[in-house]
């Protein structure tokens, strides 16, 4: 089965800094062409909002100052520059064939 | 826009069943008949566990379960309701938690708001 390891576990930023957050995978998260691996962010109380898709894709309504990257086995997470409602848990998500989800990254604002 | 919405949920003793529902609408790229349905759960305080899919009708309708449910839980899908479903067999306490249903890239997955089951 396919694991996914987010690093880092938390994460405290400074306002209008940037961020990062690390999505590793024990096998290739290509298939047909397709990078299938989300990214979300779930604010306490709400279910997990989509920020990013299929590796680099934007979801609608999505601030640009997120922006994902990656191939193979290795994505990434880019926040810009992290404002206050950047609050919450991260994940990473690979969809298909054999779903799974990373740990959570914990992002605190300073 | 591309609605998700579950329903089922409740408190329910430890060997007994639930059946969950999940009923997506607004669909733009493509219909409910060619969307993957994802099931996903949250025990309080944890993070998110995939439960189990479900393929399109012209895939095979195919179900794939993650290993602590399988053979104890079954989803199967009505598309001629946009509704897939989530029959639950033997629960467990361990089954406690926010049971959310996603749909397939269109053209991203959408997510429901969850429905909270208890098993206690």
């Known amino acids: 089965d396919t694991v996914l390891t987010q690093s880092p576990i938390s994460l405290a930023v400074t306002p209008g800094e940037p961020a990062s957050i690390s999505c590793r995978s024990t096998?290739?998260?290509?298939?047909?062409?397709?990078?299938?691996l989300d990214w979300y962010l779930q604010k306490p109380g709400q279910s997990p909002q989509i920020l990013i898709y299929?590796?680099?894709n934007r979801a609608s309504g999505v601030p640009d100052r997120f922006s994902g990257s990656g191939s193979g086995t290795d994505f990434t997470l880019r926040i810009s520059r992290v404002e206050a409602e950047d609050a919450g848990i991260y994940y990473c998500?690979?969809?298909?064939?054999?779903?799974?989800f990373g740990q959570g990254t914990r992002v605190e604002i300073k | 826009e591309v609605q998700v919405v579950e329903s089922g949920g409740g408190l329910v003793k430890p060997g007994g069943s639930l059946r969950l529902s999940c009923t997506a609408s607004?669909?733009?790229?493509?219909?409910?008949?060619?969307?993957?349905m994802y099931w996903a759960r949250q025990a309080p305080g944890e993070g998110l566990e995939w439960v189990g899919l479900?393929?399109?009708?012209?895939?095979?309708?195919?179900?794939d379960y993650a290993a602590p449910v399988k053979g104890r839980f079954t989803i199967s899908r009505d598309d001629s309701r946009n509704t897939i479903y989530l029959q639950m067999d033997s629960l467990r306490s361990e089954d406690t938690a926010v049971y959310y249903c996603?749909?397939?890239?269109?053209?991203?997955?959408?997510w429901g708001q969850g429905t909270v089951v208890t098993v206690s």
């Open positions: 996603s749909t397939g890239y269109d053209p991203w997955p959408h």
């Open positions: 607004g669909f733009i790229g493509f219909s409910f008949v060619n969307a993957w």
């Open positions: 479900i393929t399109s009708k012209n895939e095979g309708e195919t179900t």
């Open positions: 096998q290739s998260l290509v298939s047909n062409g397709y990078k299938y």
């Open positions: 299929l590796g680099s």
């Open positions: 998500m690979h969809a298909r064939p054999n779903p799974t």
